[in-house]
């Protein structure tokens, strides 16, 4: 049992190790389509499904999936939810305005990816309607150059 | 029980670096090498008819990625089907063989994926350009973190204490001898095209290499690689099913976990966790403890430290105690030799990729009793071989596996 006053001994740090850590080439080549503004997925040699993001061996088939494709910057919102928490703003708990985020699929695309939905606000959003991509101001090729997608006309 | 057999066998290169792929990449490339091992022998398999799988990987820090078996899960085309981790330190690779061999006897799988695999050196350390501190950094974790961690234990040491502890016990092995054993391992490795250290050398360039950790020498250690390996394990009904014509049995799994506190230890110079993993395998596979090494023709030994191995000679039941390094003089493990200890090269002649390398000692038994280890091969007699791991801090962890080739018997 511990004593009321007593004082404890522990040991601070954190487990951590450094890297050097390579996304692969196909999510390498994926990030460098980003900084130009450009969807790149990647196409299963035997079944044709297309993955976005990209992958290069077809688990289903067990092929390689190594061909490149250029997908377009519209796709359909497949499902989505809302959320008024973010982590790092612990203090407050509450965002001030809500975060969308939700599941694209790029038009042309097998998959759907999880990207953050922008510009409209959770009432006007649907599942199944049309989206489009809204790219970062300044492009670094990484996965925050997709600042969000938005919905397109009146989706 | 039901008996369980390997099948097939799938080892990619060990290599320090994989520039050009990824953890999940090598884990895939080793299922398909397994996958067209079977098919090469007639076994009309494919990654479908496989029904669960059981993964090897050591490290979380290593992959940089916490559970990383079910993204190699779905890169491999087992979605939707049983995944297992193992992670049991320089063990996990002989463990996770331990469990796929349960998976199967116990009918829980009829044919089960074996896989381990290890990317170790993405850890890197930008200030001086090296990935040693680094990769030295993500295993230290294992040791202790009460008092071991802090007091700097990190693996070498752990396993100098032990290595230095039997030498004042049983006067064996010496410097020269350990340094007979680099000699070999890394000799043998030049016949095997997965190994990443062929080296041709002597005693003296090993005597002559710079000291790691007192009394071992960098020639005395195996280097950490990038690889993967693979077994496909199946059920004698399903050996049946597929006309498997030299199904490799797995005949004894012995695994025994000493305590991990050196100092605890009855005897600092003995790994009870090698005696008691051996005692349990021999039980198991109906052999004597006493009489081992006229009962196999072949053991692929856990060789991380050249210390090591003439340590395990003497506690797998090979030698007496306080004769392993007599033995190695004597040429007895080596290729032609009473018992060949390693002909693969071992860990210090191929690499340690810690979750993949029990896996690879297992496969290369296995390959040699079915007379398919090319240039490395040893005469099979007995058809009977010894696969070992171990690990963790002191060694705590270990596993045992006997092989038979009952065709190889005949």
Redesign the interface.
Known sequence: MLEEDQEIFI?KGM???????????VMDKFYDGLQEKKFIGTKCSKCGKVFLPP????????VKAEEFVDLPETGILKNFTVTTYKITERKIRKVKKDIMVGLVQVDGADTAMLVPIVNTNPDNLKEGMKVSVVWAKKLKGDPQDIAGFEPVGDG | MRKVAIIGVGITPFLSRYLDKTYFELAYDATKLALNDCNKQGIEITHKDLESTVYGIYNELFERQFMPDIFINSYIGMNDKPGTRIASGGATGGYTVRMAYAEVASGLSDLCLCLGVEKCNDCYDEKTGATTPQVLNAIAYSADMTYEYPMGMMAASSYVSMVNAHFEEFGSPSEEQMALVSVKNHGNAINNPIAQSPMKITVEDVMNSRIICYPFKMLDCCLYSEASACLILASEQKVKELGVENPIWITGVGAANTDCFIGNRESIGRLYSNINAAKAAYKMAGLDYDNIKNQIDVAELHDAFSGQEVISYEELGFVPFGEGGKWIESGGPEIGGELPCCPSGGLIGCGHAVGATGIMSTGEAALQLRGDADKHQVTIEKGRALAHSIGGPGAAYAAIIIMENEEAKK
């Open positions: 040991t487990v951590r190790a450094d890297f050097d850590f390579w996304v692969g080439l992958r290069n061996r077809c688990g289903d088939c067990f």
